[in-house]
């Protein structure tokens, strides 16, 4: 939390990480430099707004930018540190795309100068800091660059994953512990320098690759966990037994933990990341494959359960929620949005959609006939329900609002309420 009104930081990514870490960097009293290749995105920054839903981070940047401590360009400018925050998407089979933070990188090498630190952020395959420390060395023959050299380095390159969880990221970028991965011991220690400037967190330092395994490590933990819990709820519905009390029984013992059954796992990391392990080493990641495959098909197991229940039933169906998750706006790789879509285009304008965190409906919608509503309107007008998202709205209907209703809950959000008896749905996997 050291204020540093010298330093210059340019961060290249204005999305979900780069804009809120910007903004906690430029609240420290450094100067600080958004990147991005989007004009109104940077537009929008200059004047002090936000393009993405966070809760705090339009008053953060707001102020910071009333400041001039945060600025926003589609061009690069020379800096002491330079932070990657680019997407790294995965193609048709799953190998992962790091163009963007290549591209990040040779933009930076323009400007790069003896003193500079740069990191990378983005989740990434393991060897992708090496990459961007060969790139630079190649752009740029006149600096020393670390690990290539025998003598000190010019500059300082590491990889630092962020770990921020939507909806918290604010309170996380700082309170969260850093795993600081540097391409040297040397380049490690003068990126953790800048860290502790704004993280109250633990710093801890290793190798650039130990630091990328671990970020994609994290997030295949979560995955193959979310699709134990998935696949219990199959079980569960075959034995007809209520899963989510099972889940809780089974939590009282000291020693098990197991996460909560959903729709599937949406949101761009969970549903990705564990793609970059898989592609680098097939022959040893069958648990981590198998786990996106049983997540992946938990759509489709919701798709025909829903399916089979608006088909069996007259009058309108709601859909509550279309968010990946609870109380976010977000809608990337949603579950909820997938089974919605399925629904509008077999049943079109018997199905509603009950989505508090948006004014219209995506265009995915367009000509379906679907209405969006309010939840309000959805108790009074839908004999069926289908709970996709745990919006806190939707946990608070209580029991007598909603007792007569035929609900398929795919969130546990309301254990009190009568279960509907699963049709048999057959398990398919992509392989
Ligand atoms: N989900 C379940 N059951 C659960 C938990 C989650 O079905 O018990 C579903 C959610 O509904 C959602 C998806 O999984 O569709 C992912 O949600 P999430 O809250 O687990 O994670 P993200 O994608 O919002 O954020 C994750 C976090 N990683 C871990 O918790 C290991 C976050 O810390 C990372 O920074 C983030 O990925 C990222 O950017 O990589």
């Not at 994609?216 to 075959?238: G, K, P, Q, W, Y």
């Not at 509008?344 to 009950?354: L, M, P, S």
Request: negative net charge.
């Amino acid at each position: 939390m050291t204020p540093d009104h010298g330093l210059k930081v340019v961060v290249v990514g204005l999305g979900y990480i780069g804009l809120p870490t910007a903004a906690i960097i430029a609240r420290t009293g450094a100067s600080v430099l958004g990147v991005d290749v989007t004009q109104s995105v940077v537009d929008t920054v200059n004047s002090g707004k936000v393009h993405i839903e966070e809760v705090d981070l339009d008053g953060l940047v707001s102020g910071v930018v009333a400041r001039g401590a945060l600025r926003a360009s589609v061009q690069i400018e020379p800096a002491d540190v330079f932070v990657i925050a680019v997407p790294t998407p995965f193609a048709d089979d799953h190998a992962p795309n790091i163009g963007y933070v290549l591209q990040a990188a040779t933009n930076i090498a323009t400007v790069l100068k003896a003193g500079d630190t740069v990191i990378l952020e983005s989740t990434s395959p393991v060897g992708t800091t090496e990459k961007v420390r060969d790139l630079l060395a190649q752009l740029r023959p006149d600096l020393k660059v670390p690990g290539k050299t025998s003598e000190g380095a010019d500059i300082a390159i590491a990889y630092c994953p962020e770990r921020v969880l939507p909806g918290r990221i604010l309170v996380e970028l700082i309170d969260n512990d850093r795993v600081i991965g540097g391409v040297t011991p040397r380049c490690a220690r003068k990126a953790l320098a800048f860290y502790r400037r704004f993280v109250r967190g633990a710093c801890v330092t290793t190798t650039a690759r130990s630091a990328e395994m671990t970020k994609l490590t994290e997030n295949a933990f979560r995955d193959v966990n979310i699709a134990f819990a998935n696949e219990l709820s199959r079980v569960a519905d075959t034995m007809d037994v209520d899963v989510w009390e099972v889940i809780r029984l089974a939590n009282r013992h000291p020693r098990v933990n197991i996460l909560s059954p959903g729709p599937g796992v949406g949101g761009h990391c969970i549903a990705v990341d564990p793609w970059f392990l898989v592609h680098a080493d097939r022959a040893n990641t069958p648990l981590i494959r198998t786990a996106r495959e049983v997540n992946d098909a938990k759509v489709d197991y919701v798709i025909d359960r829903a399916i089979a229940m608006v088909e069996a039933h007259a009058g309108p169906v709601a859909c509550l929620g279309l968010a990946f998750k609870a109380n976010i706006d977000d809608f990337r790789e949603s579950p909820a949005l997938a089974v919605a879509q399925a629904l509008a285009t077999r049943f079109g304008e018997r199905v509603r959609i009950v989505e508090p965190y948006v004014d219209q409906l995506p265009a995915a919608f367009d000509g379906t006939g679907v209405q969006l509503i309010d939840i309000d309107t959805a108790i009074e007008t839908c004999p069926m329900m289908i709970v996709l998202v745990d919006h806190e709205i939707f946990k608070s209907v209580p029991l007598d609002e909603r007792v007569d209703k035929i609900v398929y809950d795919t969130r546990g959000i309301w254990p009190d309420q009568p279960r509907i008896k699963a049709p048999p749905v057959p398990l398919r996997l992509a392989s």
